[in-house]
């Protein structure tokens, strides 16, 4: 149980939104007021090969709601939760506060929601083309927090960007510290926030992030949990106590329903006893869309953690996952994906800094079936 578990009570928030029929007005004091339900559902079902420890069967992966709302001029705020089938609990997403300045184009958040780092970690989960995230996206990424941003865009929406100060511990509800985690992102791309499939779009992206870290749980290492063939290899963490620099870039293309997308995103730990160290990731999509019904693509997805086993120097684990997807209304998508490990790998990233990732980490031979709503 930690500060992001609502328990029982959330079920309110949840019984709450799904009664809310779509967007409702009201007249409050401060002037109108709307709110908007929002919602995801995943769930599918997992074939899992002999050495990934878990069972063939039916699975959630996620079960997210939330409300977003608008008071009259004076700020915009997002209540969301999800369900944590690990605790059979109610998890908090995204509490903000919101207010625009300069136009609506510039807007100062308060809360707990995504840090500006890395453009997967920062993207919206039901527009992945895969059922998880990248391992540099879940080992790498602060992930969720709770602090402040100043966030906007510029150049006809060419240009956004958001810098803020975190508590650096994830969603807990007070910070372990006195640190804090100074983190931003800025990104171009030439056709703006619009696009169309005619369009060529290039976008560009720079993320960075900092922290004074005491005690925290965020060095990635390799770890066997049970005894296992060789080459099976899973990503734990550990604790660190230190300086913590996480920077990367990212590229992506897209012309006529095909896009390329690539990110690198590494992080120096500098440790209070003097050891150096580093982990580092890169993910390549690939993917192409038929009249945005159907599409299909691969991912190239490599990480090598900080610190190897029993002290051997660390050893990337590598995989390709190759997707089918198919949409057949405007908020549903069903998807197939199947993971190979490359180089020996046998099993990737099981979990991320935030928390906040719901499939399986990526198997060899691992066979993922997901239907997705989306509202």
């Known amino acids: 149980m930690n500060g992001r578990t609502l328990g029982w009570a959330g079920l309110a928030v949840l019984a709450a939104g799904l009664a809310v029929p779509g967007t409702t007005s009201a007249q409050s004091p401060t002037g109108s007021h709307e709110l908007r339900p929002s919602g995801l559902l995943r769930t599918g079902f997992e ?16 079960a997210r709601l939330a409300l977003t709302g608008v008071v009259g001029q004076l700020f915009d705020y997002r209540l969301g939760v999800e369900y944590d089938r690990d605790d059979a609990g109610i998890d908090l997403l995204d509490a903000i506060i919101s207010v625009p300045l300069s136009n609506d184009r510039v807007h100062i958040d308060l809360g707990g929601f995504r840090s500006p780092v890395s453009r997967e970690a920062t993207g919206d989960k039901a527009l992945l083309p ?26 006809d ?40 499939s005619e369009d060529f779009v290039v976008e560009a992206g720079l993320s960075a992030a900092w922290s004074q870290d005491s005690a925290l749980v965020v060095l990635p290492v390799e770890d066997v949990t049970a005894p296992a063939p060789e080459g099976r290899r899973l990503v734990a963490f550990e604790e660190f106590e230190g300086d913590r620099l996480t920077w990367g870039g990212d590229l992506r293309l897209a012309y006529q329903g095909w896009t390329l997308a690539g990110e690198y995103l590494r992080t120096d730990y500098d440790s209070e006893t ?39 120097p660390p050893r990337a684990s590598r995989f390709l996952a190759l997707g089918v997807g198919m949409a057949p209304g405007l908020f549903a998508r069903l998807s197939l ?39």
């Open 130 to 155: 895969f059922v998880e995230r990248s391992q540099l996206a879940l080992a790498l990424a602060p992930g969720r927090q709770l602090g402040l941003q100043l966030r906007g865009t510029s150049f």
């Open 47 to 62: 074939i899992e090969p002999a050495e990934a420890d878990r069972a063939n069967g039916f699975i959630l992966y996620d």
């Open 274 to 312: 003097g050891e150096n160290l580093h982990a580092s990731g890169a993910a390549v999509d690939l993917r192409y869309a038929l009249w945005g019904l159907f599409d299909v693509g691969g991912r190239y997805d490599t990480f090598t953690p900080a610190v190897g086993l029993n002290l051997e």
């Open 157 to 196: 929406t060419r240009l956004s960007w958001a810098g803020g100060l975190f508590n650096g511990n994830g969603l807990r509800l007070e910070n372990d510290d006195k640190a804090f985690l100074v983190a931003g992102r800025a990104a171009y791309n030439n056709v703006g926030e619009i696009e169309f």
């Open 337 to 375: 994906q199947y993971a190979i490990g490359l180089d020996g790998t046998t099993r990737g990233v099981g979990q991320a800094l935030d928390g906040t990732n719901t499939a399986p980490p990526l198997t060899d031979g691992q066979f993922l079936l997901y239907l997705q709503l989306a509202f």
